[in-house]
T-cell receptor, first 115, second 109 residues
Framework: DTGVSQDPRHKITKRGQNVTFRCDPI?????LYWYRQTLGQGPEFLTY????????KSRLLSDRFSAERPKGSFSTLEIQRTEQGDSAMYLC?????????????FGPGTRLTVL | DAKTTQPNSMESNEEEPVHLPCNHS???????IHWYRQLPSQGPEYVIH???SNVNNRMASLAIAEDRKSSTLILHRATLRDAAVYYC??????????FGKGTRLSVIA
């Protein structure tokens, strides 16, 4: 299966610790998106990349959140000094880009629990 | 971001057609209408999208009102596997998706 993959699938951490999530997009997809989803809500956009360029990061929830896509392939999302309010599902999606409108393909998500 | 309004929940019997409505009265000329769905414990998946004309694919049909202020996602024969949250999203070109709360569809055997 060559869909979007995310690692880890689950992460439990203590408040104040740093965590890093990885997303591997579909091969040859130029765009990569990060979303966060809390219980009962739809996914909330955080940031996205066109190849290695980060096109939008103003929606990152605070300066504790950062994302990279160093070689235009996989991406990482880091949360520093985690807080209980960071507990959520973190979703990654990728798309080809380029067309007038394209389809985003989502991974299974990483569920973060901050104790 | 343009807003959409969907019912919180709907129920359907298995093998029956389902019509999921979406209102988007502030839609602009460049907004595409996208539908995604999210099955339990999975990431969202694409269903269908359109601009002005009705669209059909293997999963569903999208009926768009002539004034584009509303649309309806049609599942022709609901199965238990179609139980999910369905999101109606307005999107300009390849901008990030802006999800609302969607409609939770329950399918009864």
């Amino acid at each position: 299966d060559t869909g979007v993959s995310q690692d880890p699938r689950h992460k439990i951490t203590k408040r104040g610790q740093n965590v890093t999530f990885r997303c591997d997009p579909i091969s040859e997809h130029n765009r990569l998106y990060w979303y966060r989803q809390t219980l009962g809500q739809g996914p909330e956009f955080l940031t996205y990349f066109q190849n290695e360029a980060q096109l939008e990061k103003s929606r990152l929830l605070s300066d504790r959140f950062s994302a990279e896509r160093p070689k235009g392939s996989f991406s990482t999302l880091e949360i520093q000094r985690t807080e209980q309010g960071d507990s959520a599902m973190y979703l990654c999606a990728s798309s080809l880009g380029g067309a007038s409108t394209d389809t985003q393909y989502f991974g299974p998500g990483t569920r973060l629990t901050v104790l | 971001d343009a807003k959409t309004t969907q019912p919180n929940s709907m129920e359907s019997n298995e093998e029956e057609p389902v019509h999921l409505p979406c209102n988007h009265s502030t839609i602009s000329g460049t907004d595409y209408i996208h539908w995604y769905r999210q099955l339990p414990s999975q990431g969202p998946e694409y269903v269908i999208h359109g601009l002005t004309s009705n669209v059909n694919n293997r999963m569903a049909s999208l009926a768009i009102a002539e004034d584009r202020k509303s649309s309806t996602l049609i599942l022709h024969r609901a199965t238990l596997r179609d139980a999910a949250v369905y999101y109606c999203i307005l999107r300009v070109e390849n901008t990030p998706l802006v999800f609302g709360k969607g409609t939770r569809l329950s399918v009864i055997a």
